[in-house]
């Protein structure tokens, strides 16, 4: 059973926090907007730009985190690596400025992320990540944020995760189910225990295109909707 589907948990559309995802993908652009709870004063923007290359692909983005008055910018580039059938490896250096309406000399930031994916069989895989959250900026750029998820194909059209997030030294439990439908539906649900305790999020395939809808919810702000739109070549 050979299984060629790829999470949107692990996949382009979660670059910032692991630049190996997606690394058997095509030549591939993506935009992300998130309206976070409702609030037209709190809104998150993303580009994205990720090209084939021989044994690995070269990523770069722009996101931007909040409003007028406060906000978190980071610029990105990165690369990714076939080490091995098994092995991928990823490597980015994010610069992350952020804006303090009415303050001069705003803080910035320069940060390694470190991607490690390994697929033991057809049916495991394991996800690394090391990176930093880009909230806190009194770190000097050290990441402060570590991921690590395995992931167990249970058929043709499912598979479901189970892994551990450590950020804001707090560290959260995650399960999610994935679901498959042909090669232009994915679905995943996912139950943490964070503040943002579910989250749900589907894509669909048409031609070159992919859209991804996805929304959380937190316990006290309540939901957030993210859009996003992918081109492939």
Same mark, same amino acid.
């Given at each position: 059973?050979?299984?060629?589907?790829?999470?949107?948990?692990?996949?382009?559309?979660?670059?910032?926090?692991?630049?190996?995802? #997606?690394?058997?993908?095509?030549?591939?652009?993506?935009?992300?907007?998130?309206?976070? !709870?409702?609030?037209?004063?709190?809104? @998150? %923007? $993303?580009?994205?730009?990720?090209? %084939?290359?021989?044994?690995?692909?070269?990523?770069?983005? +722009?996101?931007? %985190?909040?409003?007028?008055?406060?906000?978190?910018?980071?610029?990105?580039?990165?690369?990714?690596?076939?080490?091995? &059938?098994?092995?991928?490896?990823? $490597?980015?250096?994010?610069?992350?400025?952020?804006?303090?309406?009415?303050?001069?000399?705003?803080?910035?930031?320069?940060? &390694?992320?470190?991607?490690?994916? +390994? %697929?033991?069989?057809?049916?495991?895989?394991?996800?690394?990540?090391?990176?930093?959250?880009?909230?806190?900026?009194?770190?000097?750029?050290? &990441?402060?944020?570590?991921?690590? +998820?395995?992931?167990?194909?249970?058929?043709? @059209?499912?598979?479901?995760?189970?892994?551990?997030?450590?950020?804001?030294?707090?560290?959260?439990?995650? !399960?999610?189910?994935?679901? +498959?439908?042909?090669? #232009?539906?994915?679905?995943?649900?996912?139950?943490?225990?964070?503040?943002? &305790?579910?989250?749900?999020?589907?894509?669909?395939?048409?031609?070159?295109?992919?859209?991804?809808?996805?929304?959380?919810?937190?316990?006290?702000?309540?939901?957030?909707?993210?859009?996003?739109?992918?081109?492939?070549?």
């Amino acid at each position: 059973m050979v299984f060629s589907q790829e999470p949107i948990q692990f996949s382009f559309w979660n670059k910032e926090i692991n630049p190996a995802f #997606s690394i058997n993908e095509t030549n591939l652009a993506y935009v992300l907007y998130e309206n976070k !709870f409702l609030l037209k004063e709190w809104n @998150n %923007k $993303l580009i994205g730009l990720d090209i %084939k290359t021989k044994d690995g692909r070269i990523n770069m983005h +722009f996101g931007q %985190k909040g409003n007028i008055n406060f906000s978190s910018n980071k610029t990105s580039v990165g690369y990714a690596q076939k080490m091995s &059938p098994k092995l991928n490896l990823g $490597l980015s250096v994010e610069y992350t400025f952020f804006h303090q309406r009415e303050i001069k000399n705003n803080p910035a930031l320069l940060t &390694p992320t470190f991607g490690i994916n +390994f %697929k033991q069989s057809e049916l495991n895989s394991f996800y690394f990540s090391i990176y930093n959250s880009g909230i806190i900026f009194h770190n000097n750029g050290l &990441p402060n944020s570590l991921i690590i +998820f395995w992931n167990h194909q249970v058929n043709d @059209n499912s598979s479901f995760s189970l892994g551990s997030i450590t950020e804001k030294q707090m560290i959260y439990a995650s !399960f999610a189910f994935h679901y +498959f439908y042909m090669d #232009s539906v994915k679905l995943t649900f996912e139950i943490n225990s964070s503040e943002i &305790p579910v989250n749900f999020a589907i894509t669909c395939s048409l031609k070159s295109f992919e859209f991804l809808l996805e929304n959380n919810y937190h316990q006290k702000l309540g939901i957030s909707n993210q859009i996003g739109l992918a081109y492939k070549w």
